[in-house]
T-cell receptor
Framework: DVKVTQSSRYLVKRTGEKVFLECVQD?????MFWYRQDPGLGLRLIYF???????EKGDIPEGYSVSREKKERFSLILESASTNQTSMYLC??????????????FGDGTRLSIL | DQQVKQNSPSLSVQEGRISILNCDYT??????FLWYKKYPAEGPTFLIS?????DKNEDGRFTVFLNKSAKHLSLHIVPSQPGDSAVYFC???????????FGTGTRLQVTL
């Protein structure tokens, strides 16, 4: 079974802090993703990566950056946290498929509160 | 611009009856559709998918129907069970990238 592990389930930080969210997958997947989930808005893609040191902006990248130094690890960075970044953050990974019929596998999420 | 829409935020169904969850999309370039199920405090888990070249895919109690002309898909759960109570997300994929576009979710409650 694919295991996607997010380093923290709950995190509380202060406005202006630099925040790191870590994600590790154990199935040698090429693709990794960061989403945020907010009530009434569903899952929105922040950034994704299809290879080590490669990254692509998703739909809402503003205020975030990412790092992928190793294939199994994908980090989301909030450069200067703001209250509107309070949310549930979800990491996912998937294999590369011609038509991407390879489903994404998700971690259990990090609930981040910015005070 | 919501390209994938789930217009019903919630649905309540009696145990043993059919649950029908709906999803509409606007982008005709989507080539694959997936349904995910999410319990509270857990990440979404993949449920079932369908290619745009098919109109039906079945897996046990779960069937997904795709109507390309109407840009509509639906998930049928028969019979519904209390353990099916969760939030269901519809997602769509285009072939040019590995990213998915998700709907806003429908909360299904299966009552006894």
């Amino acid at each position: 079974d694919v295991k996607v592990t997010q380093s923290s389930r709950y995190l509380v930080k202060r406005t202006g802090e630099k925040v790191f969210l870590e994600c590790v997958q154990d199935m040698d997947h090429e693709n990794m993703f960061w989403y945020r989930q907010d009530p009434g808005l569903g899952l929105r893609l922040i950034y994704f990566s299809y290879d080590v040191k490669m990254k692509e902006k998703g739909d809402i990248p503003e205020g975030y950056s990412v790092s992928r130094e190793k294939k199994e690890r994908f980090s989301l960075i909030l450069e200067s946290a703001s209250t509107n970044q309070t949310s549930m953050y979800l990491c996912a990974s998937s294999l590369v498929g011609m038509y991407s019929n390879q489903p994404q596998h998700f971690g259990d999420g990090t609930r981040l509160s910015i005070l | 611009d919501q390209q994938v829409k789930q217009n019903s935020p919630s649905l309540s169904v009696q145990e043993g009856r059919i649950s029908i969850l709906n999803c509409d999309y606007t982008n005709s370039m989507f080539d694959y559709f997936l349904w995910y199920k999410k319990y509270p405090a857990e990440g979404p888990t993949f449920l079932i998918s369908i290619s745009s070249i098919k109109d039906k895919n079945e897996d046990g109690r779960f069937t997904v129907f795709l109507n390309k002309s109407a840009k509509h898909l639906s998930l049928h759960i028969v019979p519904s069970q209390p353990g099916d109570s969760a939030v269901y997300f519809c997602a769509a994929h285009t072939g040019t990238a590995s990213k998915l576009t998700f709907g806003t979710g429908t909360r299904l409650q299966v009552t006894l």
